[in-house]
């Protein structure tokens, strides 16, 4: 594993597949809830969290090329795919047939980016290269204030401009392209991941006052985010939907805490560490994976399509099958194709 964190690795495979489920539509609201309060914002964290100080000293230029390959081709390569799948096969069936979206539409939403209102209804999440690659660029920036007291003052004052303008223009108004206002909210959770990476990244951090205050600190953490998150709307960060402002945050910032104290508890496994290594594959490709499980759902075992919207079980099927064909997709692309991913070659 080379100089890998291990329990990044479990984080990142619990944090996929809340997304993948997520996107399945089986699920009672109240886990939709616990869900969505806290897994784009996660994301946003480790990104953040695993940022170098030696950001501060790179141009503005070479940083900007490095991200536009690292963020901005595997957006378009997906694009291409999700696209011609949606345009060949996925437009023609069920749902989509249903929603007659003129193909114009999508091509349109690939320059876009926004993945409301069907910009991106040929895959909706890969709105997230785009808002991930805006954060960076917001973030290379922020980096560079001298005092931790006015960095934390400045992702304060975003989180309410954010706030603000998703909470002025709701999906149905105006959304600036590339997500860039929604970049304002998640640019809080990149730029905490990176101002408390030092005591997060240390092993002792749930564990200073011993056992029984590691258990309580858990405890207590995930009680906020529970009772925030049920307590909060269901929240949709791709919408800029975050319902209450202080709930949506305690929730997400408890959540984080709390699913990081359970990946760390984790042992050593090698599924864990090989969906957390495969992220960047899962996540955009498991769209495209659930209209065949529903095609073998329907025309081979026979069972009607709607069970999916009633069925939890379906709906944990949907992901973990997801996720296993994927795995194996993932290491084709990181050894055959990695230029898709705009890499010459694997990482580590």
């Known amino acids: 594993m080379g100089n890998r964190i291990l329990w990044i690795d479990n984080l990142k495979a619990i944090a996929i597949f809340f997304v993948v489920i997520g996107h399945t539509v089986g699920?009672?609201?109240?886990?939709?809830?616990?869900?969505?309060?806290?897994?784009?914002?996660?994301?946003?964290?480790?990104?953040?969290?695993?940022?170098?100080?030696?950001?501060?000293?790179?141009?503005?230029?070479?940083?900007?090329?490095?991200?536009?390959?690292?963020?901005?081709?595997?957006?378009?390569?997906?694009?291409?795919?999700?696209?011609?799948?949606?345009?060949?096969?996925?437009?023609?069936?069920?749902?989509?047939?249903?929603?007659?979206?003129?193909?114009?539409?999508?091509?349109?939403?690939?320059?876009?980016?926004?993945?409301?209102?069907?910009?991106?209804?040929?895959?909706?999440?890969?709105?997230f290269f785009l808002c991930l690659f805006i954060t960076e660029?917001?973030?290379?920036?922020?980096?560079?204030?001298?005092?931790?007291?006015?960095?934390?003052l400045i992702l304060f004052i975003l989180s309410i401009i954010g706030y603000i303008d998703t909470y002025i223009n709701k999906p149905d108004g105006f959304r600036l392209p590339w997500n860039i206002d929604i970049a304002l909210t998640l640019v809080v959770f990149?730029?905490?991941?990176?101002?408390?990476?030092?005591?997060?990244?240390?092993?002792?951090?749930?564990?200073?006052?011993?056992?029984?205050?590691?258990?309580?600190?858990?405890?207590?953490a995930m009680a906020f985010y529970i009772i925030s998150s049920l307590l909060n709307d269901k929240v949709a960060v791709v919408a800029g939907l975050y319902g209450n402002y202080f709930l949506f945050y305690i929730a997400a910032l408890s959540g984080i805490f709390f699913w990081i104290a359970i990946a760390k508890r984790i042992p050593q496994?090698?599924?864990?560490?090989?969906?957390?290594?495969?992220?960047?594959?899962?996540?955009?490709?498991?769209?495209?994976?659930?209209?065949?499980?529903?095609?073998?759902?329907?025309?081979?075992?026979?069972?009607?399509?709607?069970?999916?919207h009633e069925s939890v079980i379906l709906s944990i099927l949907y992901a973990v099958i997801s996720i296993l064909i994927l795995l194996p997709v993932a290491d084709i692309i990181y050894k055959k194709f990695p230029f898709i991913l705009g890499i010459v070659k694997r990482d580590g």
């Open 27 to 127: 699920l009672p609201e109240t886990i939709e809830k616990l869900i969505f309060s806290f897994h784009m914002p996660v994301f946003f964290w480790l990104s953040g969290m695993l940022v170098k100080d030696t950001l501060k000293e790179i141009p503005f230029l070479p940083f900007l090329k490095a991200k536009a390959k690292k963020r901005l081709i595997p957006y378009l390569y997906f694009s291409v795919i999700s696209y011609i799948l949606w345009f060949a096969l996925f437009r023609h069936f069920g749902t989509q047939a249903a929603l007659n979206i003129p193909p114009v539409r999508p091509l349109i939403g690939i320059f876009y980016g926004n993945g409301i209102n069907y910009w991106l209804v040929h895959n909706t999440v890969l709105w």
């Open 269 to 308: 496994s090698k599924l864990f560490s090989k969906v957390g290594d495969s992220t960047l594959i899962i996540f955009p490709m498991h769209l495209l994976v659930f209209p065949f499980l529903t095609a073998i759902q329907v025309y081979i075992f026979k069972l009607p399509a709607s069970l999916k």
């Open 137 to 152: 660029i917001m973030f290379f920036y922020i980096i560079r204030i001298p005092s931790r007291r006015l960095l934390f």
């Open 190 to 220: 990149y730029g905490l991941g990176y101002a408390l990476r030092k005591p997060i990244l240390s092993d002792n951090i749930f564990k200073r006052g011993g056992r029984l205050a590691d258990a309580s600190l858990i405890i207590l």
